[in-house]
Every structure is written in structure tokens, then in C-alpha cells.
């Protein structure tokens, strides 16, 4: 299972990015995808959850600002990310839980997104 993310880049404060994350190999079925971010010296910390069923969670830092969104027809998995801040910057991963034999998580390889003030 290959999980790919794309669209990450440099944007100025107040502006707009969006992520995408399509996972790719031999699966059953996948149950939540996530979004994930990491900034420098910080753990890596959940941005946003959607189930399989639609049902979501976002961060609080986020709420009101990010939309996650997926396509079970073609295994990808959406952040629009609109009125970024500077403490946005981090490195966002992609994270799925997909029934192989049994339920196994797995990561993207990151992609950098970078808000200047």
C-alpha cells in the first residue's frame, strides 16, 4: 500500500492550499484517512480525521479553516486549507488505516507547506 501526497507549497498568510492524498496497491478497504503535520522541534500532531462513513474531526487550531474531504471510489483524501497562518507551517502527512490482512496504518512521505507572514 502507497499512500502519495501532493500540494503542498509556499503561500502567504490568508491564502489557500490544498492537499491531496491518494492511496494506491492491493487493499480491501480503507476505514478513516487523516492529516497529520509536523513542525520543526514538535511532535507530530492529528490535523483532521474523516471516516469511511463521512464523519470528521478537526483540530481546534484548525476548525472553521481546513476541510477534509474524501473519494471512497477512488481511495484519495482532501485538505482544503483556507486562511492559513504562519503556525501552519509544518510538514503534512497523509495517514490511512487500510484492512490488508488485518487493519494496518500507514504514512505518506510528507509534503512541506510553508505560510510567510
Known amino acids: 500500500v502507497q499512500l502519495v501526497e501532493s500540494g503542498g507549497g509556499l503561500v502567504q498568510a490568508g491564502g489557500s492550499l490544498r492537499l491531496s492524498c491518494v492511496a494506491s496497491?492491493?487493499?480491501?478497504?480503507?476505514?478513516?484517512m487523516s492529516w497529520y503535520r509536523q513542525a520543526p522541534g514538535k511532535q507530530r500532531e492529528l490535523v483532521a480525521q474523516?471516516?469511511?462513513?463521512?464523519?470528521?474531526y478537526y483540530a481546534d487550531p484548525v476548525k472553521g479553516r481546513f476541510t477534509i474531504s474524501r473519494d471512497n471510489v477512488k481511495n484519495t483524501v482532501t485538505l482544503q486549507m483556507n486562511s492559513l497562518k504562519p503556525e501552519d507551517t509544518a510538514v503534512y502527512y497523509c495517514n490511512a488505516l487500510v484492512r490488508v490482512r488485518g487493519w494496518q496504518n500507514y504514512w505518506g512521505q510528507g509534503t512541506q507547506v510553508t505560510v510567510s507572514s
Open positions: 496497491g492491493s487493499f480491501s478497504s480503507i476505514n478513516s
Open positions: 474523516i471516516t469511511s462513513g463521512g464523519s470528521t
